[in-house]
């Protein structure tokens, strides 16, 4: 089975301060597709980021970055300058080539971020 | 802008009586989700299309049922809405493969 563990319900963080949210998944695949999408107070969910399984590289957008450790099964997204408009629930998402119609969330972590 | 669009935003149905959620993009995607999502859980996959097939997840109740009459529409149907299946309903699409999901702003399901 394919699960994706966020444990982390909750955080909080100062404006303009660095957080880092965590995830771990459980797979027997080789080649996937891991996502954060964040999901603000009016619900609609967006995509943040997304890595690749098969590069090496950390994924970076803007604010946004990951670490990603293939090895270890975890897939970490870390905010930096934190803003008020981040504060959302942020949801980690999996998605593998052999079902890859078919993605997978986490529990999600609610994020506050406090002025 | 093209986007997925859900409505009504807000449905309230009463206890055994059916309810239709409705979804339409303007993306031509090929794929289109529906997901169940209850109160600080995850999105729960309910059954996606891929074109015109249908795939329905195994513990998806048989009181949920869709439709998707063309590529820009599709519907959730539920036959018999029970005080459980008060939820988000977001809808989602995707060109296929491993590409993002594009969600809607759901539709919040209360039932009396």
């Known amino acids: 089975a394919q699960t994706v563990t966020q444990s982390q319900p909750e955080m909080s963080v100062q404006e303009a301060e660095t957080v880092t949210l965590s995830c771990t998944y459980d797979?027997?695949?080789?080649?996937?597709?891991l996502f954060w999408y964040k999901q603000p107070p009016s619900r609609q969910m967006i995509l943040v980021i997304r890595q690749e399984a098969y590069k090496q590289q950390n994924a970076t957008e803007n604010r946004f970055s990951v670490n990603f450790q293939k090895a270890a099964k975890s897939f970490s997204l870390k905010i930096s300058d934190s803003q008020l408009g981040d504060t959302a629930m942020y949801f980690c998402?999996?998605?593998?080539?052999?079902?890859?119609?078919?993605?997978?969330f986490g529990a999600g972590t609610r994020l506050t971020v406090k002025p | 802008d093209a986007m997925v669009i859900q409505n009504p935003r807000y449905q309230v149905t009463q206890f055994g009586k059916p309810v239709t959620l409705s979804c339409s993009q303007t993306?031509?995607?090929?794929?289109m989700y529906w997901y169940q999502q209850k109160s600080s859980q995850a999105p729960k996959l309910l059954f996606h299309?891929?074109?015109?097939?249908?795939?329905n997840e195994a513990d998806t109740p048989d009181n949920f049922q869709s439709r998707r009459p063309n590529t820009s529409f599709c519907f959730l149907d539920i036959r018999s809405p029970g005080l459980g299946d008060a939820a988000m309903y977001l809808c989602a699409t995707s060109r296929g493969g491993v590409n993002e999901a594009f969600f809607g702003q759901g539709t919040r399901l209360t039932v009396v």
């Open positions: 993306l031509n995607h090929n794929v």
């Open positions: 998402a999996f998605m593998t080539y052999l079902n890859n119609n078919d993605m997978r």
């Open positions: 797979t027997s695949e080789s080649n996937y597709y």
């Open positions: 299309y891929y074109d015109k097939d249908f795939n």
